[in-house]
């Protein structure tokens, strides 16, 4: 059974860089399927961010397009996400998936100085 | 942008029937998942593909899907129903735009 694990900072200053990385483990990153992040603000709902083919490549949300790029490690069995210019709407809880059925906890990432 | 809506809020009775409801235009030509979200935990997969329940999902979890509407059906809620649900599906673009809905919350009382 594939697992996953969310990592890095949980906190980031404004105008600066999120960056997220989720650990694959029960499976290989190369498995046939596309690999997403999606994030949920305290008390709102879920967005879809984007996700990543084990081949490189990638669909986005048109919203976040502009300031999102998801990458894969195939060496490492991982994927991250990079946010860029972020803002305190920014601030929530990042989830990667391996969609729809399966998700690492959650991290919260907040944005401030 | 692709929306897919939900109502706010469902209230039902223990053992009584919720139904909640994802409105979208390209649900008659995409599926329809639907998702448990509990206070403080990542979702979980109630219904994929329309109407098909994941194991280990009660029997009581059902979903249909005609025209623009996707429903999702708890039948005899729980106490432990108690939840946001959230359901999860892309536009017709064919581009991997996906959406999830607005989101309901559901009260057993």
């Known amino acids: 059974q594939v697992q996953l694990q969310e990592s890095g900072p949980g906190l980031v200053k404004p105008s600066g860089t999120l960056s997220l990385t989720c650990a694959v483990s029960?499976?290989?990153?190369?498995?046939?399927?596309?690999w997403s992040w999606v994030r949920q603000p305290p008390g709102k709902g879920l967005e879809w961010i984007g996700e990543i083919y084990h081949s490189g490549s990638t669909n986005y949300n048109p919203s976040l397009k502009s300031r999102v790029t998801i990458s894969v490690d195939k060496s490492k069995n991982q994927f991250s996400l990079k946010l860029s210019s972020v803002t305190a709407a920014d601030t929530a809880v990042y989830y990667c998936?391996?969609?729809?059925?399966?998700w690492g906890q959650g991290t919260l990432v907040t944005v401030s100085s | 942008s692709y929306e897919l809506t939900q109502p706010p809020s469902v209230s039902v009775s223990p053992g009584q029937t919720a139904r909640i409801t994802c409105s979208g235009d390209a649900l008659p030509k995409k599926y329809a998942y639907w998702y448990q979200q509990k206070s403080g935990q990542a979702p979980v997969l109630v219904i994929y593909e329309d109407s098909k329940r994941p194991s280990g999902i009660p029997e009581r979890f059902s979903g249909s899907s005609s025209g623009t509407m996707a429903t999702l059906t708890i039948s005899g809620a729980q106490v432990e129903d108690e939840a946001d649900y959230y359901c999860?599906?892309?536009?017709?673009?064919?581009?991997?735009?996906?959406?999830f809905g607005t989101g309901t919350k559901v009260t057993v009382l």
């Open positions: 029960g499976g290989s990153i190369s498995s046939s399927n596309w």
């Open positions: 998936g391996y969609l729809p059925t399966i």
């Open positions: 999860y599906s892309t536009d017709s673009s064919g581009n991997h735009n996906y959406v």
